[in-house]
């Protein structure tokens, strides 16, 4: 990409964040959409940082200042207000970017020796595992296409592109016929054939396929025809940001670890682990648990679901 105007974020433009998004662009090309989005979500979360702190261009970036904001973090690890791994995720997208507009090593750091050594394994309980979360943002904001989404992703613990590219008529009628849902628009990595990955509806998700079916009209699902999944991604997980800046829930996998607990406890009778401290069912109830909820997840492993439930032993 070269320099876009002027001295100003080592040319990368004079808006931090716009700059970190053509830092991104010149590191991945127009490829890697995935990737990008995802540090660039990150990066948004240093510029508000770094403009608290009064800086508004990325070569007045010190030492000082990153370890004023790795200290944040960490504080925030240690609260139990943010996992290990998004804090070492939030700090690797600015080595990735400062790397880029510098051109250069000086300002790395080592996210595990900062914030310590992440665990798979979910230690902290869902924030939208209480459902009166979720009511009051709906209170607060309406029932706007986002929170329809951010519903989905709790009802039936999907990710984001999968609630997004859902079919919402078309899931209602099943959920209607079969009490469940077949989900096979968005998923990560593809699927084969008889693959399919069906997940119970409860009474509470009908009425948000009600209400999400409204929304969508007669398009093929909640994304309005203007917008690709690219631009509905970045505007969405913006409004996400700041209809949540005041709440604990971290992101929309924290709706996912919400579904996972609450199913848990609907096939095994006990609280999902991280809710207790320790696992309560018996192991075998526990391995066929962790088995039906890898499915519905739409992860291969099973080990994967301690990151949403908590630990096995």
């Not at 005041?246 to 006990?270: K, L, P, S, V, W």
């Amino acid at each position: 990409m070269g320099n876009v105007g002027g001295n100003r974020n080592y040319g990368y433009g004079k808006q931090l964040a716009w700059a970190g998004k053509n830092a991104l662009a010149d590191r991945y090309g127009q490829g890697h959409f995935s990737t990008r989005a995802t540090h660039e979500e990150r990066w948004n979360q240093f510029v508000h940082f770094l403009k608290d702190e009064g800086i508004n261009d990325a070569r007045k970036i010190t030492p000082t200042v990153l370890n004023k904001h790795n200290q944040l973090l960490k504080e925030l690890v240690s609260k139990g207000e943010m996992s290990v791994a998004y804090a070492q995720n939030r700090l690797s997208t600015v080595n990735v970017i400062l790397e880029t507009m510098r051109k250069d090593t000086v300002l790395t750091i080592k996210p595990a020796q900062i914030i310590g050594q992440r665990s798979h394994v979910r230690s902290t309980i869902p924030a939208t595992f209480k459902t009166d979360v979720l009511k009051a943002i709906t209170v607060k904001h309406g029932q706007n296409r986002t929170m329809l989404i951010a519903k989905l992703t709790r009802d039936l613990g999907l990710r984001f592109k999968e609630a997004s590219l859902l079919d919402t008529r078309k899931a209602l009628r099943q959920a209607r016929q079969h009490g469940r849902i077949n989900i096979t628009q968005g998923t990560k990595g593809g699927r084969g054939k008889g693959s399919d990955r069906w997940i119970p509806v409860s009474n509470q998700c009908l009425q948000t396929l009600k209400a999400a079916t409204l929304m969508q009209g007669k398009e093929q699902n909640l994304i309005p025809p203007e917008r690709n999944y690219k631009k509905w991604r970045v505007h969405r997980y913006n409004q996400w940001r700041a209809m949540t800046n005041q709440t604990t829930i971290n992101g929309f996998h924290d709706m996912r670890a919400a579904y996972a607990c609450e199913r848990y406890q609907a096939i095994t009778g006990y609280p999902a682990p991280v809710i207790t401290g320790k696992r309560q069912a018996d192991k075998a109830l526990d391995k066929k648990a962790r088995t039906i909820l890898a499915q519905e997840l739409g992860h291969n492993r099973t080990d994967v679901v301690a990151a949403y439930i908590g630990s096995s032993k």
